[in-house]
């Protein structure tokens, strides 16, 4: 749920996600979407997984799972796009770097000027 809350709903993704992608939302624990999950190979009741493909349903990257992180959706639109040869947002792009350099640790420093 926090997924959804809090990556799913940041403003960059949303708005990445209208301007580059088709969104769509497959539920893991319907019957209605069952064939769906047949057709993906995907396991009932699992954890979200994100899946960037296609109009022909081929996976551009591998598809995203157990990283539920603001930077890893973002590291991996960016990619999609790329591997798409689309432009990739600015603003996708710097989140995408702000987030893996704080994944690494980053410090700050304050400087003074006289």
Not at 41 to 60: F, Y
């Amino acid at each position: 749920m926090n997924y959804g809350r809090q990556v799913l709903t940041h403003p960059f993704i949303v708005d990445a996600a209208k301007t580059a992608f088709v969104p769509a939302c497959i539920y893991n624990n319907t019957k209605e979407d069952a064939v769906l999950l047949k057709l993906f190979e995907e396991p009932s009741w699992n954890n979200p997984v994100v899946r960037i493909m296609t109009h022909a349903r081929k996976d551009l990257i591998p598809r995203l799972s157990a990283d539920w992180t603001l930077g890893g959706l973002a590291q991996a639109m960016t990619a999609a796009l790329g591997k798409a040869k689309q432009p990739v947002p600015t603003y996708l792009e710097l989140l995408a770097r702000e987030t893996a350099a704080r994944k690494r640790g980053v410090e700050s420093a304050a400087f003074g000027m006289t």
